[in-house]
């Protein structure tokens, strides 16, 4: 059985509690600086790579920060 119930707070926060969104808005961004990166570097296909790969990690560490940050705040 599953529950509709979301995190405490998470209500509060819209689309920004959504891990996925800031996953794919990480890998958007670091595909696009990869791009440009790449061009740079006359290597496009690994700057989109190592782009999206760095993008995303970087989507999934802003995202659990701006999260906990505000589940914390909804506490106190």
Do not use: K
Not at 16 to 33: D, M, P, R, V
Not at 49 to 71: E, P, W
């Amino acid at each position: 059985m599953t529950s509709n119930d979301g995190p405490r707070g998470a209500a509060r926060l819209g689309i920004w509690s959504n891990i996925e969104f800031w996953i794919a808005f990480g890998a958007a961004f670091g595909a696009a600086f990869g791009v440009v990166a790449g061009i740079l570097l006359n290597n496009v296909g690994l700057g989109v790579a190592l782009g999206a790969a760095l993008g995303t990690a970087l989507g999934v560490t802003a995202g659990v920060v701006v999260i906990a940050r505000a589940t914390n705040r909804s506490r106190s």
